[in-house]
Structures are given as C-alpha cells and as structure tokens.
C-alpha cells in the first residue's frame, strides 16, 4: 500500500512538470504572438487575421455581413438571428475538419464568453454536411444552424473560422484558431482593444434604437401615461 | 426568413424559429432572446425567461376550414396597441407580464398571433416592438 | 467533502503520504510554490470524481407534479373544481387544446389537455374575437380549493388556444383543463390543429385517474371521454382483489384473473347497489353484452340484466348458472323481472323472468319453469304450496310441457290448461311412464269422492285405495305411441 502510494505521488510529481513545463512554453510563444503583432485586434481600417499552421487562410479587404443570419437547426427548425444588438462571435465549423474537433468539445457544455457576447456556431447547409454526425457533436446551449447562405455571405474560405460581429452589426474581427483557449484569449484582447475606442452609444444611438421601434421624438407614445 | 408562404424580416436583435408542425401548419416564435430549443408553442418555455424590456411573439396557424368561423372573421395582420394587452391574458400568467392574442385570417389561411411582454408596465414601447416585428410579416 | 478537501486535510494515509512528498519536494526545489500546487492537483485529479457528481434531481414528488402552487401560473384542472368530473364544469365551454408527447401518464403516448374557458355571461361583448373582458366572464379568478395539492388557479388566464368551439366568437378565461390521452376532436366540438406544450405533460391532481394502469389502459381502448363511460370520476382506487375506477356513466374493476372489464348505465347502476367487486356478484368477467337495445353483464358469480321496459336484476350463483343454461336473455325464460327474492320457507331463493321462474332450494337446486307452468305454481303457493320446490327444469313437449317438484307435477296441456299430479298419483304417473307413458297426459284436476282420491288421464286412470293409500293405474285401451319428451 505504501509503495502504490509513493508510486502514485512520483507519477503525480512527474505530471505535474510535463504541465507546468508546457504552461510555460504556450505562454512564451503566446508572447511571441502578441509581440509579432498578431491577434483578433480592432483596426480602425477594418479586420486582422491571425493565422495558425494548419488552418485556413483568411480574407483581406473589407467584409460586409448581413443584419441577420439564418439557417436550419438539427430539429427541423427555421432559425433567423439579428446580428444587431448584441456581440455575436460567428463560429463556422463542419463535422469533418480534425482541427474543429477541439471546438466542438468547448462548445458541447456552456463555454465561457466575453461578458455580453453570443457564440453561434454555423455549418454547411444539409446538401454538405452530415445531420447525423452534427447530432453528435451538437452544443447544448449554443444555437447551431446549418446555412450555406451564411458561409457565402461571410466569404468563409473553410472550416474552422470565426467572425466577431458586434452590436452594431460590423464585422471586428476574423480568422482561424488552432484552439478554442487561443481563440478565446485573442478575442479577449481585440475587445479590450475595443474598449479604448469611442463608444458610438449616447444620445444619437438612442434616438436610432427609438427610431428603429417606431417612435419619433413626436410620438404621442412618449408622452403617454404607463 | 421564409416558410411556407410565412415570410419575416427580421428587427434588430429578434431571434425568430419558424416549423411546420404535424398538422403542416407553421409555428413561429420571434423573441428579443434567445429562443431555447424546447419551447412551447406559445411560449411558455420563453415567458419565465423574458425581461422587463423583452418581448415574444408567436404566429400560429389553424386549418384552413377554421377560416369560415367567426373567431377568425378579422381580415389582415393586427395593429398592436399597448390598450391591447392585459396581465392575464397569458397562457400561464407571470407577475409583471402581459399578453394580448389576435386571431385573424390573412390570404386565406386562419392565424393567432401571441405577444408577450416582459413587463406590463413598459407596454408602450412593448407594443411598438411588436408592431416593428409584424410590419416585417408577409403571408401569402 | 470535495476530493481537493479530502487531499488536503491530511486525514487518511493517502492524503498524508501524498501532503508529505509535496512538502519534501517542496523543501528540496526552488518552485517548491508550484510543485505543492502541481502535486495537489495531480492528487485530486487522481481522486475518483464520482464524489463530484451532482446531487440527483428530486423525484416527482407528489402526485400533482410541477408547477401545481397557485403562483405558478398554470390553471387547475376541472377534476379539481367539478366534484371529481373529468370534464367541462357547467358554465364553461372547450376552447382550445394542446398536447405533450411521451407522457408517461398516458402509457407514454401524448397527453392532450384541453381548456374549459368561462362564457361571457355577465355583459354584452364587444371588441375583437377571442377573450371577453374579464368584467364578463361567468366566474371570477382563484385558486383552486384548499387541502389538497392542485392550487393552480381558476378562471384567471385570459388565454384561448382556439381550435375548439370557433363559432362563438367570445369566451372569458379558463376555468380548468380536462385531461385525455385520446385526440379531444373525437369528444368535443374541436378541430385537428395540433398545438404542442410539452411543459404539461406531468401536471396532474389527486382527482384525476392516476399513472398508467391496466384500467387506464382499458379507458384509453374504449376512447375515454368520448365512451360510453365517459368522463373520469375521482381517481383510480383499490378494492378488494384487484382495483376500480368510477366514471360518469359506469365503472372499469380490474382483477389480474379476469382483466380490466367495464360496466356501464343501469347495469353499473344496479352492480353499484349491490356493492360492486366486494358484493355478491364479485368481479365482471365480460364487457358488457349487447342485446339489440338491451344489456347484460356477466360477473364471477353471477349476472346482471337490463332492459329498457323491463330495468336492471341479477340473478345470481346456482339461479344464474340455471338460466345460463337456459340460454340467458335470448332463451325461453327472456329477461329477469326480479331481484332474487327469498321464499316463503325462508331457506329458498327464486327468480322472476318474462316467461318464466328460477326455484332454488339448497337441498334440492335451481330448476326452472316456463310462463304457463310458473303462473299455475304461484296460484298454487309456489315454493310454500303443497308442490314445494323444482326437481327438474321443464320438459317440453309436442303438445305439453311438465314441471317436476317435491309434491308432484304440474302438466300444462295446449289447448287444455295446467293439471297438478301429487304425491301417491305423481309416482304412479311416474311408474307409468309419465306424460309420454301408456297414460298420456292429464286432462282434469284430481278427484275425490266416496272411490277416493282418483285423476283421469288420456288413456286411462290413476285411483288410490283410501284404506290402503296405494295407487292403481288402470288403461282404457291398448296403448299407442307416444312422442319422446323433449328437454
């Protein structure tokens, strides 16, 4: 019993050096990331992609998306999103690329986000990808929808790609990712970067939102008892 | 969208799910959030999820013979008003929420549209989403 | 305790031994920081995690399911709120309609609940179709009674799922919901339109039937509301031997020898009265039989006949196997007229049928006698005359039909009337050959005079020595062939 004992706390020792000494050499090269300049970070003159060995290769240029997407879900179901309002981080997967298999382990149990930002995860519509094989990989809380018609509207040149659409509704951000920890953390830092630029909320954002219900400054309704 | 001669433009920050149903009849829901997947067919898996500034809306079809009945003698889609919602015109009332239910008939084919609101005391601006929601309806 | 406690506190062998070579590594290296940590970790992911596992669920824990306090929002359901009844209360109306899939309460088929809507009795209505004001509604909004588990609420959702009744164009709010586990078009003024709300599938009340069971099984076969039981009455319960659920027009009794079996109308009435399974007649054996436009059921012991001129009578044990082997209601004696009466001995039983009578004693059985013969046996003071009881069912014959009984025989003769035969000039008459001996049959009554007692027949005489009380038969003429009697 002893000697399992001893045994064990070896094995531990020498597990816990292999992690730590990994730890270490993914933080060195992700400095040397950062330093090189590469990241999901905000341009004023429109997306940086970042791209990992193996991955695809992003677009340059400027992108314009669509105010909503839509596509079929795995029960059958029509579902349309807005892409306004709220930060929407695209992810575009398929069943069968081997480096989207991490993604979809980081998908399947509510995977962290930045704080007020939605994950959705797109495919190839049924004609090109497998319902099946997506019912096995299926997140339990992010919205799946199988749309061609996203992929082209994105101009997504394979798969895995993610797209950062925030509130407004402009594509911030898009490339690949080897991981979904790295994706996460240069995600991370483009809004932070985002952060430090002027908001476009205030007065004239709000007359938009009232303008966008329906009500003017001269609406009856704004003057109504509630 | 478009399902089946059902068609919705989509507002800024609406989420909409449309199906055909057993009966070959569509169910759409459209909702200010997230739709979860199990959902009720008016709602009742979304109510207890909506905020006080949310709202749900729910276009559901009957058979077509129902056209000839007077519960759905009204013509064209309905013009929401906030004097048409009341706290318990819900299906399963919630403190604070409200509803309003119209049935009507549009090009032929016998409809209920649901709306909920999150809260009953922001039924103005409520009511105006709803409305900016069936602006963007066509059914043909 | 979490694995990471249980590693931590150093109170097992395992924790200490794993505590210490961290600690002394710790002392020997300039990480020692990150190698405790590192350790530590490693130890707990090499704990069993079975001890991180959530905590289940609670069960379903009472019988009205989810969602049942009033402030849950849901609306009660009518068996709650109308005695028992399965059904639309008066004053309400079916409004609308949806179901939940794999219901468990249903066998794990879908369950449709159907919305009982108020009227709008109180005022004129106006505005759009669809709900009233609630100023107009036939009821005002609660909850639903005290002391037991379904407090949803009652007439307060101004809600209307549409499919049902569309041609009033407004109702008030819902008054309760029935439930079914058959589609609610085939029992109520309902469209097709299927509306799904699986949120539901598990509410229920303690008035309402119960789980899945041989019984509901049996309901859900006949088509439940829309049967001739109709709506539920209570819940399903246990009795004697086996189990039992009421209905508004019958009853469904289930034992595991016979199987769910119904009774229903005045049948279910009478059985009711004579206290169901627990009762002289025990547990149905049959779902009832049809007879043009009467009934009959059968039961362990017995049976229960009705007819709509006549109303509804069991005959029961040794009576009714004798009229089961008279060929029950379609036979010679047709419907019962009678309960089972006692005799005037006190020890007898008998029945009363349209054309006839049972007679049951228990030294003797149960025999029957057709209409002629038992109208000539009650003149006579039936069980309590001088004939006594039956030996023998009817005989019937080309011209005649003869009953045997303790004290002689009664002969009726077509054409001619019914002759009694007794005692000393019955066994003679039996000696002879009875009706079908050189004798013949009867025609008069017994005569007395200064000769004796003597009784005349077709083809000769009966007379008894009044000194010796013996009985001579004496013929007129050669005999002739007779017919065989016929059973």
Redesign the interface.
């Known amino acids: 019993m002893t000697t399992a004992v001893v045994a064990l706390g070896v094995a531990v020792l020498l597990l816990s050096v292999l992690v730590a000494g990994l730890l270490r050499s993914h933080a060195e090269i992700l400095k040397a990331l950062h330093e090189l300049g590469a990241g999901l970070e905000l341009d004023k003159d429109g997306p940086v992609s970042v791209t990992i060995d193996g991955v695809s290769t992003p677009r340059t240029g400027d992108v314009s998306v669509p105010d909503s997407i839509s596509g079929e879900t795995l029960d059958g179901e029509l579902l349309a999103l807005s892409l306004l309002g709220q930060d929407t981080l695209v992810a575009f997967l398929s069943s069968g690329c081997s480096t989207c298999q991490e993604f979809w382990t980081a998908f399947r149990d509510d995977p962290p986000l930045p704080a007020g930002a939605r994950l959705v995860v797109v495919t190839r519509g049924p004609g090109e990808e497998s319902p099946s094989a997506l019912e096995k990989r299926r997140p339990s809380s992010v919205p799946l929808l199988m749309s061609d018609e996203t992929w082209e509207a994105f101009g997504v040149p394979g798969s895995p790609y993610f797209a950062y659409v925030d509130a407004a509704g402009r594509l911030v951000g898009e490339g690949s990712g080897a991981s979904w920890q790295q994706v996460l953390d240069l995600l991370q830092q483009s809004r932070a970067d985002a952060l430090r630029r002027p908001s476009r909320r205030g007065p004239d954002r709000d007359d938009e939102v009232l303008r966008d219900a329906g009500i003017d400054r001269d609406s009856p309704s704004l003057w109504e008892a509630g | ?1 478009r ?1 089946s001669g059902v068609s ?1 433009a ?10 055909r ?3 070959g ?1 569509v169910v759409l829901h459209a909702a200010t959030i ?2 979860p ?2 959902r ?3 709602g ?2 979304v109510a207890p999820l909506l905020g006080a500034d949310d709202v749900f809306c729910s276009l ?4 077509r ?2 056209i000839e ?6 013509r064209g889609l309905p013009v929401v008003r ?1 004097s048409d919602f ?1 706290v ?7 403190p604070g929420q409200s ?1 309003a ?3 009507f008939t549009q090009a032929g084919r016998p409809f ?1 549209l ?1 709306a909920i609101l999150g809260s009953h ?5 409520g009511a ?2 709803v ?2 929601l069936v ?1 963007g309806m066509a059914i043909a | 305790m979490t694995a990471l406690e249980e590693v931590l506190a150093p109170t097992s062998f395992r924790a200490r031994a794993i505590d210490g070579l961290s600690a002394w590594l710790a002392r020997r290296t300039s990480r020692r920081g990150f190698l405790v940590r590192s350790a530590v970790v490693g130890s707990a992911l090499a704990v069993d995690t079975a001890g991180f596992a959530l905590r289940p669920g609670t069960a379903y824990a009472s019988v009205c399911g989810p969602g049942s306090t009033c402030g849950g929002g849901w609306t009660a359901f009518c068996a709650t709120v109308n005695h028992g009844i399965n059904t639309c209360p008066p004053g309400s109306i079916a409004a609308g309609w949806w179901k939940a899939d794999g219901a468990s309460l249903c066998g794990g088929r879908a369950r449709y609940i159907i919305d009982c809507n108020a009227t709008c009795s109180r005022c004129a209505t106006a505005g759009r179709a669809g709900i009233c004001s609630s100023g107009c509604w036939s009821c005002g909004c609660h909850c639903g009674p005290g002391g037991q588990c379904d407090q949803r609420k009652v007439c307060c959702n101004g809600f209307r799922y549409g499919q049902c009744n569309q041609q009033v164009r407004q109702v008030g709010g819902v008054v309760c919901r029935v439930v079914s586990c058959v589609p609610p078009w085939t029992f109520e003024n309902c469209t097709k339109a299927v509306a799904t709300d699986n949120a539901t599938r598990d509410h229920s009340a303690p008035l309402l039937p119960g789980p899945w069971s041989n019984i509901k099984a049996r309901y859900w076969q006949l088509g439940e509301n829309g049967s001739a039981l109709g709506p539920s009455v209570n819940a399903e319960f246990a009795v004697p031997g086996g189990r039992a659920q009421r209905y508004v027009n019958g009853r469904l009794s289930y034992k595991a020898s016979t199987g769910p079996r119904f009774t229903v109308g005045a049948v279910a009435m009478r059985y009711a009265q004579l206290g169901n399974e627990a009762g002289i007649l025990g547990f149905p054996t049959h779902d009832p039989i049809v007879i043009a436009n009467a009934r009959a059921s059968v039961f362990e012991k017995g049976r229960i006949s009705w007819h709509p001129l006549l109303g509804a009578y069991e005959v029961v044990g040794p009576l009714a196997v004798t009229y089961s082997a008279a060929g029950n209601e379609l036979g010679v004696l047709k419907f019962p007229t009678s309960v089972p009466r006692r005799a005037t001995d006190g020890e007898g039983r008998f029945s009363t049928f349209q054309r006839g009578r049972i007679s049951w004693h228990p030294s003797t059985g149960a025999f029957w006698m057709g209409a002629e013969i038992a109208a000539r046996y009650v003149a006579l003071g039936a069980e309590g005359g001088r004939l006594g009881y039956p030996l023998r069912n009817e005989l019937g014959l080309t011209a005649a039909k003869s009953s045997g009984f303790q004290g002689g025989r009664i002969v009726w003769v077509t054409a001619a009337g019914t002759f009694e035969v007794y005692d000393v000039l019955d066994t003679a008459y039996t000696g002879a050959g009875g009706e079908t001996g050189q004798l013949g049959l009867p025609t008069a009554q017994e005569q007395t005079d200064d000769s004796g007692r003597w009784q005349q027949f077709e083809h000769g005489r009966i007379t008894v020595d009044p000194s010796t009380g013996q009985a001579t038969v004496s013929y007129d003429t050669q005999p002739s062939p007779t017919d065989s009697p016929t059973p």
């Open positions: 969208m399902l919705l989509l507002p800024a920050g609406w989420q909409a799910a449309a199906r149903n057993e009966s009849h997230a739709l997947r199990s009720g067919d008016f009742s898996d559901f079809e009957y058979d013979a129902s009945t007077v519960l759905f003698s009204a906030p009341a318990g015109a819900l299906q399963r009332s919630r509803g239910q119209f049935f209920c649901f005391g922001r039924r103005v601006a105006a989403r409305n900016t602006r």
